[in-house]
């Protein structure tokens, strides 16, 4: 029997948080997000899959390849306004808990990052066209999604009939 959480594993999340939280202070150090920490989290968790969940492997990818791709459309279409450290990152947060709670993690992300940007603006401490490093939104809407993302789907499959 697997020891999970909210249809996560232990594995998983310690894999997913123990890459998190460096890439998060590193990104609110430097405003953009190394490689190594994401490509090396993403290898290691694809590496246990491998091994352990091989019949997921296919879904596994193409969640991670469609959360990749969304964020690599927002930066070509604003022109790099939002980095392709942040598409890399989104790929292996969809790899580790799923495209749905990814697009959990993207909206809770989306929306603590605007509500701080916009106290952020108002308090004077940031202005308008200052950069705001996004890994720590996603991390953030990573952890809020682990937490409520049975909840929500939950909620959702039971407004639609069966």
Excluded at 38 to 57: E, N, P, Q
Excluded at 89 to 101: H, Q
Excluded at 117 to 128: M, P, Q, V, Y
Aim: charged share 15%; net charge positive; hydrophobic share 60%.
């Amino acid at each position: 029997m697997k020891l999970t959480v909210y249809n996560y594993e232990w594995a998983d999340l310690l894999i997913l948080i123990g890459f998190l939280i460096p890439i998060v202070i590193y990104d609110i150090k430097e405003k953009k997000i190394p490689d190594i920490f994401v490509f090396l989290g993403a290898g290691i968790l694809l590496l246990k899959r491998l091994i352990i969940d091989t019949a997921y492997i296919p879904a596994i990818l193409i969640d991670t390849a469609a959360a990749f791709i969304i964020i690599a459309a927002i930066w070509f279409f604003t022109k790099g306004k939002i980095g392709l450290g942040d598409a890399k990152l989104s790929a292996f947060i969809a790899m580790a808990i799923g495209l749905f709670g990814w697009f959990v993690a993207l909206f809770v992300a989306s929306l603590s990052g605007l509500l701080f940007a916009l106290a952020s603006i108002k308090l004077k401490k940031a202005g308008f066209r200052d950069p705001l490093p996004f890994a720590p939104f996603l991390g953030f809407g990573c952890v809020v999604s682990i937490l409520v993302k049975n909840s929500i789907f939950s909620f959702i499959t039971g407004l639609v009939p069966a």
